[in-house]
């Protein structure tokens, strides 16, 4: 597993990566519902940071920007890599074509807890377990123990350039931007 704290110094190290506003921060450790209740038993991501970057002189194709977002970290290893997509699909009687940002994720355990469940299980017909094994008048007792690693987990959501970054997080619009938007953010850069 990665450390987070890598990944936070490489991004700003790195000369040809701009990250845009401040990250937002997510700890589920402050949430009761999840501490002591009956959660996912795979694993539990208790604090998250999203990042949002950008290069800093502006990637406007698929290939550029793809490039961009699988060199940022070739070394590490990820646990999610979603790629940049060009979606064409219709909205209302006019096709549209959207740009599905690329993100990234990186875990780092940083604990486990450990959850044992005791069960009773109780028949009343005991013709029912004529072949079962395991129950004795009817009754059976199972003891189920599990260990359900605690993780941080930081997000990089990688966006054409800066100042278009800047104007999706204004808007909280999402993860997919308008082709044509992208476009126009290019013709402002020359």
Do not use: C, H
Request: aromatic share 12%; proline share 4%.
């Amino acid at each position: 597993m990665v450390k987070i704290k890598q990944i936070r110094e490489a991004l700003k190290s790195n000369p040809n990566v701009t990250i845009v506003g401040k990250p937002k921060i997510k700890n589920d450790l402050k949430e009761e519902k999840y501490l002591g209740g009956i959660g996912p038993s795979y694993s539990f991501t208790a604090y998250s940071e999203f990042y949002t970057i950008a290069p800093k002189n502006g990637l406007y194709t698929l290939t550029e920007l793809q490039s961009f977002a699988s060199n940022l970290f070739p070394e590490m290893d990820q646990r999610f890599f979603d790629n940049f997509r060009l979606y064409r699909g219709w909205s209302g009687k006019r096709l549209r074509r959207d740009l599905y940002l690329a993100t990234l994720s990186f875990n780092e355990k940083i604990g486990e807890e450990k959850r044992v469940t005791q069960r009773s299980i109780n028949l009343d017909d005991k013709r029912l377990l004529k072949d079962v094994d395991g129950f004795e008048n009817g009754r059976r007792e199972i003891k189920v123990e599990e260990t359900i690693p605690y993780e941080k987990t930081l997000y990089l959501w990688v966006y054409p350039d800066e100042r278009l970054a800047r104007d999706v997080l204004e808007r909280d619009v999402g993860v997919a931007i308008p082709w044509r938007t992208v476009q126009k953010y290019r013709r402002m850069r020359k």
